[in-house]
């Protein structure tokens, strides 16, 4: 299934949030460093990480003690669906030891977020002290606003750009980056089409799963594109590849990594471009990336 926006933000907003993130990664030096110096990011901010997972069943109840009894229901149900959680009362965040390393990453900067921007410290402790459940749209904001605070310091605002458009357009770029900066290779390959000069766009796709009559097929999870190619190309709203769709012969079978692979698409003027699509294989994602061929002249609309 699509998976809905997490990220999108007001520019007044995307700047707020950037600014506290800009201060966290002032303060702990880590412009520059490689991989991006989490560890130094929270101690500067006086964050703690529990060192035993609150994931742990055996924790949760010790956990609970003393908590109000709604803040109490609503830890318990976010335990079920999430990886992260930060308790504003001890600056301290909790992550499920059990996910992979660069993962925990994210969700070590992405807890730190609510903890640093300070309308999620007060409303947090409202929530936690007067027993008020968190608005839906406020909850879905909050989650947009920290996984820019986390996109921010870990790809070192325009770091991860800049160094992107120094590398050739192909999916080996945020591969390589990914193991540069620690972060997983879904989120490199999002920040590479994302922030990316040149046109392109990355498909994220659930794992390849095998139907009686069509045979293989992804269901699309989200597509990221690069400005330029949202302007010529629109935003693709595939929601799942099957061997019938242009893409459908990049899908990785059998194998890691698609080689660049010639295939159609048409603009939004009707026109029809070749490009490439390359795919891997992350075993959680299959992750592809399209650009055009040939650099693209301005389009007259452009
Ligand atoms: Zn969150």
Redesign the pocket.
Known sequence: MVQADDSSLDPHELRAVQLVARRALDRASGWGVYPTPIGDVLTAANIKVATASIFDPRRIMEFLIGKAESTAVAIRSAISK?F?V?DTLDNTIHIDHTVRESKQNFLKL??A??LELPAHRKIFRIFQDCEKMLDPDISDL??RE?NNFARYVMFQGDGYRDMAADHELSIRTPMKLAGKFGASIYASCREFARTNHRACAVYVLEPITYHPETGARAEVRRIEVSPSFGQRFGRPADTVITRMHSLGRVLPIGRKMSRATPISMTDLNGQAHECLAEAFDTTFNVLILVYPKKALTPSVFA
């Open positions: 999430m992260g930060a992405h807890e977020g609510h909050f989650e920290a």
